[in-house]
């Protein structure tokens, strides 16, 4: 990887000092076998390999409002051309990440996305634009972020029976559940887990992790469920934790619990089939086994939960729409969508009374997973 970013350097800086204002960048989005050209383009077969082995040819080109052409892998080239004004600031991020990528990789270091920008913020003026350059250089190189030791600031809490083993042998305990342990953000660097646990339960939102976690749901579940959230939309630490460990710990069943609208329905979606962003990286990031265990919009219309139902909106309309046309989503989830939608109202998680959060773990959580009444 090393001599690859090497070389890319090299390359784009002696076409620029021959080419000058001419230079371009190509750079092929949404395919694994991103390749990049300096001088002419390479043949389709030469390809790096996964591991960024290889030394890649170029052709310089990659562009702002680019020159965009979809080819028959439904992939999309972007032509940057040095000489267009609009075009040099993202020339010149994309060289100041590939050495700062190659700083890392030297030093067997990690960063965040935040500190790239306090790095460059005379030229990076917003997060934007770091998160651009580093998705062009995962472009070029044919990587994803992760592996070129470039993280998020991670967002997600475990607690529950469950010790995180790190690569450099610190051991992070997950079994405090006064105080939930943070996912580590430089996820890759976890070695394995240790962990007695039967049971995960993802949840979507803080505030209902944080009742759960003082909930008798553990002392029910005889400690052996983990409950990890995300805060919200589900990020790369939490996904890749989850499907390190499916594959790690192949006894444990998942659950998740997300409110009984589309975009909880959506979020369910992304820890199970992974996003369209990093469609590629499914094997690392999607859960197909996670089960939905509600809210589920039949329960809204049949009244079980009595939980105050809002109207749904024009966005929830438009948005049941757009999942119901996606070919991945199954027929018993397009069904509780077609419930939701001629129902007409939505139940979110957090509207839950103290008196009816109790009916909810005692009677909804537990007895659905021992009657497995999940989709």
């Not at 077969?45 to 979809?70: E, K």
């Not at 004004?85 to 270091?109: E, G, S, V, Y």
């Not at 992070?172 to 342990?181: K, S």
């Not at 609208?261 to 992304?270: F, H, K, Q, S, V």
Request: hydrophobic share 35%; with cysteine.
């Amino acid at each position: 990887m090393i001599n690859s970013i090497e070389s890319l350097i090299n390359s784009l800086l002696r076409d620029l000092l021959l080419r000058g204002p001419n230079t371009e960048i190509r750079i092929k989005n949404g395919s694994r076998n991103n390749m990049v050209t300096v001088g002419e383009q390479q043949d389709e077969n030469d390809h790096s390999d996964d591991n960024g082995g290889g030394n890649p040819t170029y052709r310089c080109s990659h562009n702002l409002q680019a020159d965009v052409s979809p080819n028959d892998n439904d992939e999309v080239v972007e032509t940057l051309i040095y000489g267009r004004r609009t075009h040099r600031q993202r020339i010149a991020m994309i060289l100041f990440t590939l050495a700062q990528t190659h700083d890392l990789l030297l030093n067997r270091r990690c960063c965040t996305y935040r500190e790239l920008l306090y790095k460059n913020n005379h030229m990076a003026s917003n997060m934007l634009h770091i998160n651009r350059a580093v998705q062009d250089v995962c472009c070029l190189l044919n990587q994803t972020s992760w592996n070129l030791g470039i993280f998020s600031s991670g967002k997600g809490l475990i607690a529950g029976p469950l010790l995180i083993v790190m690569s450099n042998g610190d051991t992070i305990d997950c079994n405090c559940l006064t105080t939930p342990t943070m996912i580590p953000p430089n996820f890759t660097y976890i070695d394995h887990f240790q962990t007695q646990a039967q049971i995960i339960v993802v949840v979507e939102k803080d505030t209902i992790f944080k009742k759960l976690l003082q909930s008798p749901l553990f002392s029910v579940m005889k400690g052996k469920v983990l409950l990890i959230t995300a805060r919200g939309n589900p990020d790369l630490s939490t996904r890749w934790l989850l499907n390190k460990l499916s594959r790690a710990h192949t006894h444990l069943a998942m659950y998740m619990l997300a409110d009984g609208d589309p975009y909880g329905i959506e979020i369910m979606l992304t820890y199970r089939y992974g996003s369209q962003k990093y469609k590629h990286q499914a094997m690392e990031l999607a859960c197909p086994h996670i089960k939905w265990l509600g809210i589920h919009p039949s329960d809204i219309s049949h009244n079980m939960l009595h939980v105050p139902q809002q109207p749904l909106s024009a966005k929830d309309y438009a948005k049941i729409e757009s999942i119901l046309k996606r070919c991945y989503v199954k027929e018993e989830i397009r069904r509780e969508l077609i419930v939701l939608k001629h129902h007409g109202y939505k139940a979110k998680l957090d509207n839950m009374s103290g008196q009816t959060f109790s009916f909810f773990v005692y009677d909804y959580i537990v007895n659905k997973i021992k009657r497995q009444v999940v989709l």
